[in-house]
């Protein structure tokens, strides 16, 4: 899984900041995917390309439990989120819903990967590679249901 | 085992469980609104597309439905919502179906007490993240996103892993100037936004058994600001007394052991309690109301599942009884019950004669939807539990979390105001 960076350094990016409430109305999955973002980044929509990564902090999307939030950036093209922790429910969204991959990373990774850069992250072997800075950063391994549920393609092609 | 390991283990048919431990529970009740309804209805076409059947649900005795965000219905895209909701419970039987407009009806976490569509002991799923509120009356009450609702739809259980415990003793009776919501406030700024992620926050101690249930629902609601997995008390008199005036007599209580093991233990002494705010643009940046910053209030908010239940109002119309409101002040009960009751107490008369405006009930402005949404600049004093950027309107604008009662003061002021200090 290769692609660019779009770093936001900061903590507690909320829900409502990924998708705001006013649109709450709306379901229409690339209709919600233009309004990624709003509430923190309104360039987000002209900028993000198929493929990208998001970087942030701790407790990425927390709040309200919408499903908009992880649909609206995987409609973007956002495949994975880096952050140093997850609200549980869009955590859980996340997978169950097979929408993005939400990857822990610690400070190390966090402090180096910078906006722009170029990474390569095999779940497999648990690895980030920073194409740009040539480095390697180790993720935290899913959780042995949730590697279970991503490997199946989500929660309703999970057998238990 | 605690009271949340006990109700997973009985739900999963299992005699033990810890902390960790992965298991598939049995769901008793599930709740979807008019957000979550379309999100899941959307999940279903995309299920069929994939060949699975979705023609029949596990229980649909088991499901109930609120129309409560985009209600009465703001514009046309929220109208269609609700038409969309109204066809999903005709298709699968869905009996109770609470229309705005059509008797009872109001917040979805609200019915779930109001209604006692939620009992002790069960495992009770919903598609908001507030779900928590349930658990003030001893059920596992937990916010889930629209596919794992759909999944509980169709196979009547779900996955979990089992969360460790928090606990959260209060000792002594909370002053007459003090709430809930200012004991949850506090607990949030001393854990932070995440100290209670994937956990549970169980509430005890003499100072619970003392509180309402009505204000041990507001401390079960904002666990989710702090990330937890789900909020519970373990029932007592009060709850079954609450349920009983409701029609629901029949249900198992379940408590926790007497050895049951807790992660953490925090203790908070009630007589040191002050009123407290919750500044922009987080629910954990907690200051006491006395040294609060002073600024320009434009508008007061009390509605909510937080803030909206009758003890709340009845505290709001404590204060506003004979005063009038300096800024634009908006009431939405909770609940068409509750409006009745409010009415029948003399609430919505104390509120009207203040100067302040009526609505009906809906999560409205709280989650930017519609109903008094804010403009850019434009600073709130709100009874809901969210004060993210842009939550009740413009990204620029801000809201302050505060108690019924301090909310009430301030409206009064005009400026965040102690309500100690109200002549």
């Not at chain 1, 987000?44 to 493929?51: E, I, R, S, W």
């Not at chain 2, 995309?46 to 219905?73: C, M, R, T, Y």
């Not at chain 2, 509750?338 to 004669?353: C, N, P, R, S, T």
């Amino acid at each position: 899984m290769k692609g660019n960076v779009i770093k936001y350094e900061r903590d507690n990016i909320d829900t409502d900041v990924i998708l705001p409430g006013t649109y709450l109305k709306l379901h229409d999955y690339d209709e919600l995917a233009s309004h990624a973002m709003e509430g923190i980044d309104p360039e987000f929509h002209a900028k993000v390309k198929d493929g990208d990564f998001i970087v942030s902090g701790k407790n990425f999307g927390c709040g309200s439990s919408r499903e908009h939030a992880p649909i609206a950036l995987s409609h973007s093209g956002i495949k994975a989120v880096l952050a140093l922790s997850f609200a549980r429910i869009f955590y859980r969204n996340s997978v169950d819903g097979a929408f993005l991959l939400p990857i822990e990373i610690d400070e190390e990774a966090y402090k180096n990967i910078a906006n722009g850069d170029e990474l390569n992250i095999s779940v497999e072997t648990n690895e980030i590679k920073n194409v740009t800075k040539n480095q390697t950063y180790q993720m935290k391994p899913f959780s042995e249901i949730i590697g279970k549920i991503i490997a199946a393609g989500g929660l309703f092609k999970f057998k238990p | 085992m605690n009271i949340t390991e006990k109700i997973l283990a009985r739900a999963s048919g299992r005699e033990r469980l810890s902390p960790d431990d992965v298991v598939f529970v049995n769901v008793d009740k599930v709740m979807l609104h008019d957000v979550s309804g379309p999100g899941v209805i959307k999940v279903f076409e995309k299920l069929k597309n994939q060949g699975i059947n979705v023609e029949k649900l596990w229980d649909s005795s088991k499901v109930w439905i609120a129309e409560d965000h985009f209600v009465p219905s703001a514009e046309k895209v929220s109208a269609e919502n609700i038409v969309k909701l109204s066809n999903f419970s005709k298709k699968y039987g869905i009996e109770k179906h609470f229309k705005y407009g059509l008797g009872q009806y109001g917040i979805c976490h609200t019915l779930s007490h109001e209604e006692a569509l939620v009992l002790p002991g069960e495992v009770y799923v919903g598609g908001d993240s507030h779900t928590n509120t349930t658990g003030a009356l001893g059920a596992f009450a937990c916010g889930l996103g629209h596919t794992d609702v759909a999944y509980v739809l169709l196979n009547g259980k779900i996955w979990f892993k089992v969360p460790e415990t928090l606990l959260f003793k209060l000792n002594g009776k909370l002053p007459e100037h003090v709430m809930a919501k200012d004991l949850i406030l506090k607990i949030i700024g001393d854990i932070g936004t995440d100290g209670g992620a994937y956990k549970t926050m169980q509430f005890a101690g003499n100072g619970i058994d003392e509180m309402s249930v009505d204000e041990r629902l507001t401390l079960t609601n904002m666990t989710t600001e702090a990330g937890a997995k789900n909020g519970i008390i373990e029932p007592d008199q009060k709850i079954v007394d609450h349920l009983a005036s409701r029609g629901a007599t029949e249900f198992t209580q379940i408590k926790g052991d007497s050895d049951a093991d807790y992660s953490k233990t925090f203790e908070y002494e009630a007589s040191e309690m002050e009123p407290i705010v919750a500044k922009p643009f987080s629910p954990e940046n907690i200051v006491i109301v006395r040294e609060a910053p002073t600024v320009e209030l434009d508008k007061a908010y009390i509605g909510s599942c937080t803030g909206a239940k009758l003890e709340d109002l009845e505290a709001v119309a404590k204060i506003l009884k004979g005063k009038k409101v300096k800024i634009r002040t908006e009431v939405l009960p909770a609940a068409i019950s509750i409006y009745k009751k409010a009415i029948e107490k003399g609430f919505i008369q104390i509120f009207l004669d203040a100067g302040a405006t009526v609505g009906p009930p809906t999560c409205g402005a709280c989650c930017g939807a519609h109903m008094g949404v804010l403009a850019k600049g434009e600073i709130c004093i709100s009874t809901t539990n969210r004060n993210f950027p842009g939550r009740m309107g413009h990204v620029e604008s801000q809201t302050y979390l505060a108690s019924p009662l301090v909310t009430a003061a301030s409206a009064v002021t005009g400026k965040i105001t102690d309500p100690r200090d109200l002549n």
